[in-house]
């Protein structure tokens, strides 16, 4: 077993690029108020799962090591077993001093990829990259110390990942390159309002489903001002509560206290009383998300993410999330005064947004009960 997973694997050593925090990223251990094991399914390769069980080991760790993971009922190579979290959620091998057992007694080469390097992304299929996932909460810590843009650099790193047949076209390979360019530095033109912004980056991706050669004009990424619609947002983002209420540990006890909030009262009145008190918290809050949309899609590989058939469909999906995100976050601090707050609710989200079909699920929720033509969610997102 240990040549068959050697053989799937290879090294990658070379320049990556990476986000400008990436170099001061050091995970915060037992100083972690949320555990990156808590909250999410973590899912690990066939291979990965028969090297945990083999491990030479303690027999204590061993029976641990046996209750921890769990074959998934249509197991793939890639997708073979999951963690089976205890009665409070989380992993059953995370030790009450904040630390991994499988780590502590069996070294950093023991833990499947996914654990050994979360919340890191490094990739090398379109391009050599390293990202770094918003549902860590000292990534986020490192995105708010400054007010600066989101920048880029490139790190020499090194990362042992499974093989993967790399079928991407020099042609898909330099519209990535160009997408992204031209979609951070709009979503970074602090010119205009956030909402508008990202209404000028669907503008120009539906341009490109069109041609992806086309050139784009200043002319046409202009955008009308567009009125507000609280009653409707709150539909949508109702519908997508409902579902993680019913499906998801992490978020569901946050989702079913924000519904019963605004069931009772006028609910206009309730989110901009809300709202008002994250901007006086929170006064640069839209730097904030503008950072944090960024680092997603630089983390999910926007815009050729897996689930999406067209780039209008990444529109949708960019909407979708800061929909998300926004009601979360407005509800979350209503009777909260501390940033510390907000980075727990929105690493709590992204662990749903990012480890998960999220962009899938609130792309059918949107297309099937709200719309998903532009003027649509031109309103939903001003909310």
């Not at 190579?77 to 959620?89: H, K, L, S, T």
């Not at 990535?176 to 360019?181: I, P």
């Not at 619609?229 to 978020?251: C, E, V």
């Not at 009601?327 to 601090?333: K, L, Q, V």
């Amino acid at each position: 077993m240990k040549k068959t997973e050697e053989k799937n694997k290879e090294i990658l050593k070379g320049n990556f690029l990476v986000t400008d925090y990436y170099p001061h990223f050091v995970c915060k251990g037992t100083a972690c108020r949320q555990s990156c094991c808590d909250g999410w399914d973590i899912a690990i390769s066939m291979d990965q799962y028969f090297k945990v069980l083999s491990l030479p080991c303690k027999k204590t760790v061993r029976e641990k090591l046996d209750r921890a993971f769990q074959i998934v009922p249509i197991p793939t190579p890639e997708r073979y077993a999951m963690v089976r979290p205890n009665y409070q959620g989380d992993c059953p091998l995370h030790m009450e001093n904040g630390y991994c057992l499988l780590q502590d007694q069996c070294g950093e080469e023991a833990l499947p990829t996914i654990c050994r390097y979360y919340p890191r992304g490094p990739r090398n299929n379109y391009a050599m990259e390293c990202s770094c996932s918003n549902s860590c909460e000292r990534v986020l810590e490192l995105l708010f110390e400054q007010e600066n843009k989101l920048a880029f650099t490139t790190k020499e790193l090194t990362f042992t990942l499974p093989k993967e047949e790399n079928k991407i076209t020099p042609e898909e390979r330099a519209f990535y390159q160009k997408a992204r360019s031209f979609t951070f530095a709009l979503l970074s033109n602090r010119s205009h309002s956030l909402p508008t912004r990202i209404l000028m980056v669907g503008k120009a991706l539906m341009i490109w489903d069109k041609d992806r050669n086309a050139a784009i004009n200043p002319s046409d990424l202009v955008v009308k001002a567009y009125e507000k619609d609280i009653p409707l947002t709150y539909q949508a983002i109702l519908s997508l509560s409902k579902w993680f209420i019913a499906n998801s540990r992490s978020i569901s006890a946050e989702c079913q206290d924000f519904e019963t909030f605004y069931q009772n009262g006028d609910l206009t009145q309730k989110y901009n009383e809300s709202l008002k008190h994250l901007e006086e918290v929170l006064p640069n809050h839209e730097i904030f998300f503008e950072k944090m949309i960024i680092n997603n899609l630089f983390f999910r590989q926007f815009p050729f993410q897996d689930f999406a058939e067209s780039l209008s469909n990444e529109f949708i999906s960019i909407c979708g999330i800061y929909l998300f995100i926004r009601y979360m976050a407005i509800s979350y601090m209503r009777d909260k005064n501390k940033i510390e707050d907000f980075i727990d609710i929105m690493a709590k989200t992204f662990r749903v947004i990012d480890h998960t079909r999220f962009e899938h699920n609130i792309l059918i929720l949107l297309q099937n009960e709200i719309g998903t033509d532009f003027d649509t969610l031109a309103t939903l997102i001003q909310a």
